[in-house]
């Protein structure tokens, strides 16, 4: 159902209402709207201007500033002043303009708000009427008799009325047709009042079931990424473990039979000291030294020795006091850490000992 109000010009609300149900007017005089229902409201054809023009599709705010340049000329006072309203354009392409002092809207809206109604829409009462083909459309609305043309709506006055018309044919709507013309008109309207400073203001309703159950989705999307980081955190610490298992399968082929894995990597360790020697081992180590000492001209080992804690001595002759400094530098450059010892001797022979250790 919806509840059509008349609005007055004196903006002290209204007393002739109509309420459609069905498409079809069930009820008619003072009627108070029901909870809920949607109102709308009809503005006093003597209290807005009617004017059409071709407007091209724009945005909301483009097609009203271009609205008000073309009404400029036509309004009294300035159009920046007036409530300007836009409609859809009809099927020859014009669109109706609407234009009302802002303080009738106000008080329209006002008297309406006292009664606790907010209503949908405000059109105004010569669009009510459908468009004739030629002539003109008149009805008497019952605080008024209007007037409607292909682009012309109005209220009658008498002796202005005359003046418009002319010669063109008028013809009356009666009370069925103009029925049947206030609900195809609340149920499309062609243009509503309510724009710019007076559009409606959606109210937020807050659903409190609507909130309830998205909160429950959100725990349960929670509870499902914990489930599923907690899956993933124990995949991986069976993996690891399994990998240590692994590991200590692997270290066992590298021990001694029968020795018990308690630290693999120590005892790995331990064992490859064992097989290599402490440090870099024996073998790394005295290879290096041989590989220094060759490369300097004149320079040879004499003695050498490897002990537990993998540092090398070992006894070197050289024919000079520079080339026992190229050796160093040599064992240095290698990645090995010398400590010199006192060398003796005459010249063409120097003979003294050498400590090599991993750096």
Known sequence: MTLVVFLSSDGAGAARRVRIADGAVIARGTLNALAGEPVVAIAPAAD????WAEIPARSTAQTLAAARLLVGDVVLGSAAEQHVAVGAPGENGERPIAVVKPAKMAAWLAALAA???EPLAILPAPLLLPAPESGYVRADLGDEIVLRG????????????ELILGDAPV???EREA????????????????RQGAFARRERLDFDWRQAKRALWLIAATLLVTLALNLVLILRYNLEAAELERRADVLAATGLPRGETVNDAQRQLSARLAQLRGAGLGFTQTAATAFAAVRAVPGSELRALSFDQQGVLRMTLVTQSEGQITDVLLRLRALGLTVTPGPFAGAPGRFQGELTVTPR
Request: proline share 5%; net charge negative; no cysteine.
């Open 48 to 51: 807005v201007a009617l004017h």
């Open 115 to 117: 009664e606790g109604i």
């Open 150 to 161: 292909a682009t012309s709506g109005f209220a009658e006055e008498a002796g202005l009325t």
């Open 171 to 173: 013809a009356t709507l």
């Open 178 to 193: 103009l029925e049947a013309a206030i609900v195809a008109a609340v149920a499309r309207p062609p243009l509503d009042l």
